[in-house]
């Protein structure tokens, strides 16, 4: 049932790009310039948006808050669910409160929701699991047709979460009068590409099992980004602690010399997302940064980037798309690098040590 491959979460990862063609499947409309999502929800009726999730799913909220703020500009607020719950946010009848969930049964986040609605919100669910539980107390669901997923680190269900939040910030945009036809077009026909430059990614796998039997050894790993790659940096150190159990962090880049920098040290391989996008000179000067402190870098660009190969040790080149959907081809390195470091330190990759599939317990 692996489909010939030895773990669930590597067959899962393969299977990214027909999961892109599923969850965008017929809902884009290049020719308007829109996204058919099928929702009753007025994107006039709201002011605000809360995005409330755990693990993995918030960190495709947190790139969601970036894209609803650039293309639909709805201020847009980014909580893990376990806080949100706890923090008495201010909310009303014109805030939609979104939750992001795989398994549509994460107890945080469905508490978190419940939250919300008592408080007034408006509530949309992202989820992929058909008739879960969240799926049963939102307005609105929008699917994201990753299929099962069955690797308790989450990989698929990720880029498809990543899709949807796309699609929704450019269906509100237009919706809402603040992203012009052209751009949504140019946008809508770059998200097109994403499963076949995913499917390029994914046939460089021996140059990051390289990587990872140069770096296997490592006590600890930092992931740095900026803007919409923060949260692929998050990602891609959680993905390594989990099933490598090698102590990973992630900062947005910028923060670096704020505290961070004082770990770095020969020792320390630090992976940093420097594809091409409005940040790419901000980034690299934070690869400087690393370098003058003996930091070994890996860094994750973008293909025909040949200037980067100077300041980092080890560079990964993934195909250029608009810079707002460069974590979907990004991400995919960081999951294979934990993966084949988790492999090489004989780990076990499906069912990691403490972590269960979905977190139905507080
Ligand atoms: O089913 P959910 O998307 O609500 O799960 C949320 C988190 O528990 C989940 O993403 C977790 O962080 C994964 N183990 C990440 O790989």
């Keep these: 049932e692996k489909g010939g491959f030895p773990h669930y979460m590597l067959k899962e990862i393969y299977e990214q790009p027909w999961v892109l063609e599923n969850t965008l499947g017929g809902r884009l409309r290049e020719e308007e310039g829109d996204v058919e999502l099928g929702l009753g929800l007025d994107p006039m009726a709201i002011d605000r948006i809360h995005v409330i999730a755990c693990g993995t799913a918030a960190y495709a909220g947190w790139y969601g808050k970036y894209l609803l703020e650039a293309l639909a500009r709805i201020p847009t607020e980014w909580d893990v669910a376990s806080e949100y719950r706890y923090r008495d946010p201010v909310v009303d009848e014109r805030t ?76 509100f945009g237009r919706r809402r009068g603040i992203l012009s036809k052209e751009e949504a077009q140019r946008l ?26 140069k770096y296997h050894q490592a006590q600890d790993f930092l992931f740095l980004g900026r803007h919409v790659q923060a949260p692929t940096a998050y990602e891609g150190a959680l993905k390594l602690k989990e099933i490598s159990y090698i102590h990973a962090e992630a900062y947005p880049a910028g923060e670096m010399k704020h505290g961070p920098i004082a770990l770095i040290d020969e020792h320390l391989p630090v992976v940093v997302l420097a594809t091409k996008g409005p940040l790419y000179e901000k980034t690299l000067s934070n690869i400087q940064e690393v370098r003058a402190r003996g930091g070994k870098v890996i860094a994750i660009a973008t293909e025909g980037d040949m200037e980067i190969g100077k300041l980092a040790q080890d560079v990964f080149h993934v195909p250029e798309v608009h810079p707002l959907l460069a974590p979907m081809v990004s991400v995919v390195p960081l999951q294979l690098l934990a993966y084949e470091i988790a492999v090489l330190l004989g780990r076990d990759v499906d069912q990691p040590r403490n972590l269960a599939k979905s977190v139905t317990v507080e």
Excluded: C, F
């Design 96 to 171: 939609l409160a979104i939750a992001i969930s795989q398994s549509g049964e994460t107890i945080d986040t469905l508490e978190g929701l419940r939250e919300a609605k008592r408080k007034g919100a408006r509530t949309l669910g992202v989820i992929n699991a058909k008739g879960s539980s969240i799926t049963r107390e939102v307005e609105d669901v929008l699917y994201i047709h990753a299929g099962p997923e069955i690797g308790v680190a989450s990989t698929k269900a990720y880029m498809a979460m990543l899709a949807a939040m796309a699609m929704l910030a450019v269906h």
């Design 188 to 213: 809508l026909k770059e998200m097109r590409k994403l499963p076949r430059l995913v499917e390029e990614v994914l046939e460089k796998r021996p140059l990051i099992a390289h990587l990872a039997e």
